[in-house]
């Protein structure tokens, strides 16, 4: 399973993350190895969902083994689970190693409950490479539902092995159905993602409809739920998915809204007039320089006159006024580190996977090498979320 927060990276819960709150890092849980450079992290909640999965187990396993003990039952239990976080696993390196192979850079792959994440960048830069990314997770599922059936054939079905082999057939080939339902943040989303990119020439369009499915896929699992579960867990179940699939599809909708306003966007066009003052002028004073200039943005330069450091907007807010004439605009300012310059040229969706990649409230724009000026994180957000901008504001 898989969906998409931002340019060029992807996780299975679709949840996208407003540029001006993404982290810059996350905790993704224990890491557990590697597989062709890419890390490889296990949550725990992927340890408590296959404990759950195993509890399940006990009963169903109990009733097709009725003359096993109660620990050889357990065994076979935790065999299965365990062999559906493996499962899991090798649908997600599917999907790492496809985007290896197209030249992506793949960042982590990360088991949580009963999905996985698989984050790489930048996006596919065709409708077919979208594609083939996509499906060859539900792939390696398929073949390993086939793997298992083969196996049935050489084993009795009514002994231990054929159990293991029966419940892990069974197990990845609902992996490779459920996969393919067509709506985001599942794969098949990024199947019709591709498919309508491929016909009408636009990856937007084409999120839309991945988005909308997603919707569609949610509200079928509910009515699935209800019809056809007698248990209330089997309900809950349902209904836990469909509000997973549900919450993932409205993020893909708007990070989809956000990318229609990029277009245009630079960070030259976006930048602020810009005042330079050494770090020891007093804060009241640089306030009243950058007012009488026109400047809303402030920068601490060093003796050769390039800057080092840019003052924070939210440090200034909390500093009161009678306190402005006995700091120094360097006491609240930012360091100016890697990944804070910004071209004046990026635009659109390059701007925004910067941004992404290195949180900061303001960054330093420069052209051929000179400073022209400073990229609020706010104004990036107001032209292309205005409501999440307002949030930002208010919550200063």
Known sequence: MEGQPGPGQRRASGATEPPERRPAERPQGLRVGAVHG???????????????????????????????????????????SVGFVLSLLAHEIGHALTAQGFGLR??????????????????????????????????????????????????PDD?????????????????????????????????????VWAIGHDRLRGQRAGAYGGFVVAGALVVWGTLT?????????????????????????RLTKVRERLPGLSAGR??????PVEGAVPLGEALRRAQ???????????????????????????????RRPWTTVDEVSRTIGPGMTLQAELEGEALLSAVQRVPAPEYLVVQHGRPVGVLAMVD????????????????R
Request: glycine content about 12%; some cysteine; charged content about 10%.
């Open 38 to 80: 890419v890390p490889i992290f296990v949550s725990p909640m992927a340890l408590v969902f296959a404990a759950l999965v195993a509890s399940l187990l006990v009963g169903t396993i109990g009733n097709r083994l009725p003359s096993a003990t109660d620990e050889h039952v357990l065994a076979l239990s935790v065999i299965v």
């Open 106 to 155: 793949v960042r982590s792959v990360t088991i949580h409950g009963f999905a996985g994440f698989t984050e790489f960048e930048p996006e596919p830069p065709s409708a077919g490479r979208e594609f083939l990314i996509a499906f060859v997770g539900p792939a390696v599922n398929g073949l390993l539902a086939g793997l298992c059936w083969l196996g049935l054939l050489a084993v």
């Open 159 to 195: 002994g231990s092995i054929g159990t293991v082999l029966f419940y892990l057939g069974f197990t990845n080939l609902t992996l490779f159905v459920f996969n393919l339902a067509p709506g985001l943040p599942l794969d098949g989303g990024r199947v019709v993602v591709a498919a």
């Open 229 to 253: 579960s007698s248990d209330g867990f089997g309900a809950f179940y349902a209904y836990l998915l469909a509000g997973f699939l549900g919450f993932g599809a409205y993020q893909s909708l």
């Open 270 to 275: 976006l930048a602020r007039r810009t005042l």
């Open 292 to 322: 009488e200039v026109g400047a809303t943005a402030v920068a601490v330069i060093d003796r050769g006159g390039m800057p080092v450091k840019i003052m924070n907007g939210l440090s200034v807010d909390a500093m009161p006024q009678h």
């Open 380 to 395: 990036l957000v107001a032209r292309i979320d205005p409501a999440a901008a307002a949030r930002m504001v208010s919550s």
